[in-house]
């Protein structure tokens, strides 16, 4: 851990983690259709929120990433590819693919933003100027394995939400979802996101690392059972071996 202000940004991840668990755990977040309602001030039309919040998350990530002393080394610049591999795609190219006209509140996306900075900051920050990351990490297993991890986690987190956005491919609303990781879960969309951001913590072995996977957690598992929950209460047919976000286990 880096002496001065960088290690309190850190923590204070650690603690937003723990803070937004709890808080999710009482309230839903209302930023999709699904979960949205009146009472949250003035929204947008989803997809442009989408853009506004998770811009920063590629922008910011790669504006503060160039100020680190070892941005040209080559272990950060493969830590930043795979970075931005997730981000610009949930930036730029999920909003143009919804196939979704749900609104979003701005405070959603303003907390959003605020979420994104710290955690670029947090992340971009470690990567290129206080970790340690020589070429011989690459022969490191902690870097292959997290790698993997990491990939097995986006191939699941896109391809889930393909199949969600073909279920409106003939218009109309809520269907339940078959396939690929909805066989297990009722939100593998999450399940893939979590996924994504342990491998990338192993990859990096950080508290940076481990910070952001907490954090995704502590807002996504509370959000799948709140998904679960949907289903089940919405389509009486929904199968009743799928669980919310873990395999045969949550
Ligand atoms: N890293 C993080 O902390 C974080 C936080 C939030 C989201 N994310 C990621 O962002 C992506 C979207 O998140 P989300 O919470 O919006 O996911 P979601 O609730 O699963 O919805 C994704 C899209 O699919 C539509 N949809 C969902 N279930 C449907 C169904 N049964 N039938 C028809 N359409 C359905 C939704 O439409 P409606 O909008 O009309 O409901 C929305 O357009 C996910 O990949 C998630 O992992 C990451």
Redesign the pocket.
Known sequence: MPPGPYRWFVVAELVLAAVTFVALLFVVAPY???HGRPGWGPTVP?RVGWVVMEAPASLAFLGFYLLGAHRADLVPLLFLLLGQAHYVQ?AFVYPLL???G?RMPVLVMLLAILFNLLNAWVNARWISEYGDYPVSWLADPRFWIGVVVFAAGYAL?IGS?RI??R??RTGGG??I?HGGGFRFVS?P??LG?IVEWTGWAIATWSLAGLAFALY?VA??AP?AMA?HRWYRETFPDYPASRRALLPFVL
Do not use: I, Q
């Open positions: 999709g259709g699904r989803a949930r919804m196939r979704s749900s987190n939400d969600l956005r279920l409106r809520y269907r979802p939100s969309n999450y996101e995704t807002n996504l959000r998904n």
